[in-house]
């Protein structure tokens, strides 16, 4: 069983609707890393957390350290927000171990 | 401000071969992290380095080296290269330790062995 596990692999959605991403993580953690991806690479961090919630624009993240759980929320989803979402959390001995990604894709 | 940089964006090398990538992170920023991601493993941390100094190594091989100068610039070397280290590999700068800072990444080279 991998250390962090994202779910949905894959996400079609509407312009428009909700959307939720979740990470489970099985190790204690210091930090935990969002970060999106767009195709050719570039990889961008949308939201470092340790505890409660955080919000940036139409993105929100929450963390829940007792459950292990993260979720990272889409509201009012558009076509750009199409891209690879990479949870990643920071354990002990400082290493960053990441999710598999979950490639969301918005259809207008 | 400059983004992360790193070069070369593309490198094709032949197995056996050894190479050398290279990242300079955003100014000020003195913790240099690499990663490399493939298809089958996806994303998978190298090293860290912070003030010349490794803190922290992945589980690679030996074959994978890194450095950091006093400027925070860092390059990392792969020697002997194998068909599966044909990858993207991708720097990150923060400002401190990888636990207290967002990180910032580059665009990443992508190295194909042949």
């Known amino acids: 069983k991998n250390e962090v596990e994202q779910s949905p692999q894959n996400l079609t959605a509407q312009e428009g609707e909700f959307i939720t991403i979740n990470c489970s993580y099985s190790v204690g953690i210091s930090a935990l890393h969002w970060l999106q991806q767009h195709p050719g690479g570039g990889i961008v961090s949308l939201f470092m957390l340790s505890s409660g919630k955080k919000k940036h624009g139409r993105l929100i993240a929450t963390i829940n350290i007792q459950e292990k759980h993260s979720s990272l929320h889409i509201t009012a989803s558009h076509p750009r927000d199409s891209a690879v979402y990479i949870c990643?959390?920071?354990?002990?001995?400082?290493?960053?171990?990441f999710g598999e990604g979950t490639q969301l894709t918005v259809n207008p | 401000k400059a983004g992360v940089t790193q070069t070369p964006r593309y490198l094709i090398k032949t197995r056996g071969q050894q190479v050398t990538l290279s990242c300079s992170p955003i100014?000020?920023?003195?913790?240099v992290s690499w990663y490399q991601q493939t298809p089958g493993q996806g994303l998978q941390f190298l090293f860290e380095?912070?003030?010349?100094?490794?803190?922290n190594k992945g589980n690679f091989p030996g074959r994978f080296s890194g450095r950091q100068f006093s400027n925070s610039r860092s390059e990392m070397n792969v020697s002997t290269l194998e068909l599966g280290d044909s990858a993207l590999y991708l720097c990150?700068?923060?400002?401190?330790?990888?636990?207290?800072?967002?990180?910032?990444f580059g665009n990443g080279t992508r190295l194909t062995v042949t």
């Open positions: 990150a700068s923060s400002l401190a330790f990888l636990s207290n800072s967002p990180l910032h």
């Open positions: 100014s000020g920023h003195r913790s």
């Open positions: 990643a959390v920071l354990a002990s001995g400082s290493r960053l171990t």
């Open positions: 380095y912070f003030s010349e100094t490794q803190r």
